[in-house]
């Protein structure tokens, strides 16, 4: 582990981080680029969009109960945990993350913007009212009680816009934080890619944890190769072995 990153990170005033699906890799969450990231045979951009809910809304939240039963039996990992020091060594610390599974929250991160809403929550496709019920399908997908419209997950689907106060918080952490670290995205999904280059262009010591390449690797200051349990680990001990 690079020993300069150590001590950055122990002198830095401000921290942003921004996560992806990699992040929770190794909790046992398919990334939806990764090998396992299909079922019944559909790609993940094939239902997680607005039109496909239309066609089938009962076929995109059967994805969904999957994938909340997935997440319901998972837990944080090392990576997880491994930021949630970070965010006890550094006075103004920030996390962004694309993941919809709480899994950061979990963990006992404090400080998480959440771009792409939570997967445990649902809300009418209308009006937006957040919906606190069961799902069961069986008595078909449930309508708002406000205004009739069917209740959907509560994420950002591909080719929906953010929520604006989420994507705000994200370019001012981007745009103020010293050591920006990119850990486990793909780097292809906006707004969220662009994030590392506005904090490159505002002098941040970028770092990114990822084992493949990606658009971002080029402006990195520090690429490291590494799974992100593996590299964050690391860096967490090191900075357990300063402070003690
Ligand atoms: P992605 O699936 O497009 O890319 C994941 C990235 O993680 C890849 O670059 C891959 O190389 C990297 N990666 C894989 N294993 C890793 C590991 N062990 N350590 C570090 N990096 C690793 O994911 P994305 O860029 O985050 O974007 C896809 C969208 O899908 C997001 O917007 C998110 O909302 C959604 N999504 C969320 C979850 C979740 O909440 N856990 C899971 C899948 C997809
Ligand atoms: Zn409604």
Partial sequence: MDKGLIELVMNANSLGVLTGAGISAASGIPTFRGKDGLW???????????QAFQKDPRLVWEWYLWRRELIKN????AAHYALVTIEKVVENYNLITQNVDNLHTLAGNQKVTELHGNIMRSKCSVCSKPFLGKINLNAGVPKCEQCNGLIRPDVVWFGE???QNAIQKAYEIAMRSEIFMVVGTSGVVEPAASLPFIAANNNAYVVE???????ITDITDLYISDPADKALQEIEKKIIERLN
Avoid: F, M, W
């Fill in 74 to 77: 998972v837990n944080p990992n």
């Fill in 161 to 163: 816009i953010l929520p």
């Fill in 40 to 50: 019944k045979k559909h790609r993940p951009e094939e239902l997680a969009n607005y």
């Fill in 209 to 215: 944890i990822n084992p493949q390449k990606t658009p």
